[in-house]
């Protein structure tokens, strides 16, 4: 079989990123070999994301550079797949009529047949959704590393007013249990230590009696696997077994995301998110009080239609008292297609810009503190290799998802390594490991 190369450019969540392993695992029984660049590869594909309208706006720009590689050598295929491909549709080949192949997230299965056909002059458009496709029979081809994402249900059932997500990936499916525990004893084998459960609504995850307590606690008892994660949950669905499982099994990591959105009631209730301020408060309490060294994170918009200076008030006050170790934090954007699209923006942009700011400058602070109430302790690091900045210093992870670097001691990736925190800021933690290695 003729070897031939494919790059895939990733943007938006971790749902996406595994996505692009999944595509890679697709068409590697086709003979594709991965390309670390777009120069020399015969097939290029973005996989996109339409959360928020920058991410589009990038995504074209970006197109517009890629379309010379199509100059370079004939049968260069310049595909895009993912929530933008779906988003847009045909519409797409208007903006970007050099696209061959535009494919939807539940049509990936068709990719390496639609490159079969690479003489066709049309460009071939697959974005049928399907209520039951969760490529559980596919082995995605993940890169080296000491964590794994494993996609444990796909789509989203909540229709938040502002979200695009529900039209662009369809309707939530559950991979089944046993698929799902199969793999992670495969990645355990492989040498993965840490899992990530990855799903739109990751903990409405339910395939017959296991729901996604159950899958979280069969998974712990899998030999290998040090620490388990999991993003995003909804608070909604944010029950006593999820709970249970985190607060009893010690290989899954005290850190949860929780998303928050808005903290005024009247917010919250336009953009349909199923649950009051009160109610995840009453969460939060819970959760911490169930979960020693609980870790918490959140995502936030500002600006949301409707959206005044007291249920912006509301959301500051509310982030200052829980106390967030970090937060994404977004200005509205409305999205062609959501229930929120039609109701009319009552901030400009620059307004929408100061409010972020606010809570950006607030989180900063907070997050700061919290990391700085580390200092002179030991935290257990799972190294995952060569720190970004620092020569010769190792970085990994904490228990609480908190990046921490520290002067390689001679320990390999997929080690645990207790390290004393020596310093700190709001995003990162410095220490020095507390037992050396022999190198
Ligand atoms: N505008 C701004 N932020 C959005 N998000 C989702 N849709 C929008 C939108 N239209 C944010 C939410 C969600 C995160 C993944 O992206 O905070 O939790
Ligand atoms: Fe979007 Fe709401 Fe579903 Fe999250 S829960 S993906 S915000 S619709």
Wanted: charged fraction near 25%.
């Amino acid at each position: 079989m003729e070897t031939r190369s494919v790059y895939i450019e990733t943007y938006g969540c971790q749902m996406n990123i595994a996505d692009t392993e999944l595509i890679l695992g697709l068409l590697k029984p086709h003979g594709y070999e991965s390309a670390p660049t777009p120069e020399g590869a015969d097939v290029i594909l973005l996989n996109t994301c339409a959360i928020r309208e920058h991410a589009e706006e990038r995504i074209v720009g970006r197109l517009g550079d890629l379309v010379k590689h199509k100059a370079r050598k004939p049968g260069v295929v310049l595909g895009l797949t993912g929530c933008m491909a779906q988003h847009h549709r045909e519409a797409l080949l208007d903006k970007a009529p050099f696209l061959d192949l535009v494919l939807g997230p539940d049509a990936y299965r068709n990719l390496p047949a639609l490159l079969a056909q690479e003489s066709a002059d049309e460009p071939l458009v697959s974005v049928r959704l399907d209520r039951d496709e969760t490529y559980a029979d596919i082995a995605p081809a993940r890169g080296e590393g000491v964590r794994a994402w494993v996609t444990v249900m796909r789509g989203c059932d909540k229709f938040c007013t502002f979200c695009i997500v529900p039209y662009v990936r369809g309707r939530e499916r559950s991979v089944p249990a046993s698929a799902l525990l199969d793999q992670v004893r495969a990645l355990a084998d492989q040498g993965y230590k840490e899992v990530v459960y990855l799903g739109q609504t990751v903990n409405a995850y339910r395939d017959g009696e296991v729901d996604f307590g159950r899958l979280l606690r069969q998974t712990a008892r899998i030999d290998g696997i040090e620490r388990i994660r999991f993003t995003s949950p909804h608070p909604s669905d944010m029950d006593a077994s999820a709970i249970d499982a985190m607060a009893t099994c010690d290989k899954v990591a005290p850190y949860l995301h929780l998303p928050l959105q808005a903290a005024s009631n009247r917010v919250l209730g336009r953009m349909e998110r199923g649950y009051s301020i009160e109610e995840y408060a009453a969460l939060v309490d819970r959760l911490r009080a169930a979960i020693p060294h609980l870790a918490l994170s959140t995502d936030i918009i500002v600006g949301f239609p409707g959206e005044e200076e007291d249920d912006f008030r509301a959301t500051y006050d509310f982030m200052a008292e829980v106390r967030y170790d970090f937060a994404f934090m977004f200005k509205y954007s409305a999205r062609e297609g959501t229930r929120a699209y039609k109701w009319a923006e009552t901030l400009s942009e620059a307004e929408k810009g100061q409010r972020l700011q606010e809570i950006i400058r607030l989180q900063e602070g907070i997050g700061g503190e919290i990391n700085r109430q580390r200092l002179g302790q030991t935290v257990e690091v799972l190294v995952e290799g060569p720190a970004k900045k620092q020569k010769d210093w190792l970085a990994g992870k904490d228990p609480q998802f908190k990046t921490v670097v520290f002067p390689g001691n001679g320990a390999r990736p997929g080690e645990l390594v207790p390290v004393r925190v020596t310093s700190a800021n709001a995003h990162t933690l410095v220490g020095v490991a507390e037992r050396a290695y022999p190198v």
